[in-house]
């Protein structure tokens, strides 16, 4: 009875770290380099946790990995970022559980604005573009 209010009491805490999110400016203040949630599965009987996700994050505090798993601790979802020197995201690149690339998408900048969006294959051929227009006031 105790282990189960013991997990209980550990669900929460996990829970309310995941709601409170941290932003990039703690993440890099704290200098974390992963944050690892792990799941605990009380009412179906598992005593022991299952990684639920990783996030990995750069100096700068941004995300540049996202791995997410199912209760067996298969990858269900696997995303990498890469950012230029102003922290703009460009490019974030979606894998399969084995790793390899199924998506890739590149965002192209204009003076602080992203101005198109291209989506690539797995073989690293466009399917899809963007572009994105903007109008300013006087």
Do not use: C
């Amino acid at each position: 009875m105790k282990s189960r209010q013991l997990s209980t009491l550990i669900l929460l805490l996990v829970s309310v770290t995941v709601i409170s999110a941290q932003g990039s400016k703690t993440i890099r203040e704290k200098k974390i380099t992963t944050i690892t949630v792990h799941e605990y599965f009380i009412e179906e009987g598992y005593d022991e946790p299952v990684v639920e996700s990783i996030e990995t994050y750069n100096e700068a505090g941004d995300v540049v990995e996202i791995r997410e798993f199912n209760k067996v601790g298969e990858v269900k979802k696997w995303e990498k970022y890469t950012y230029n020197g102003d922290r703009d995201l460009v490019e974030e690149i979606f894998l399969d559980a084995k790793g390899k690339v199924t998506l890739t998408e590149k965002n192209i900048y204009e003076d602080g604005l992203r101005i198109e969006k291209h989506y690539l294959n797995p073989k690293g051929k466009m399917i899809k573009k963007k572009v994105y227009k903007y109008e300013h006031r006087q």
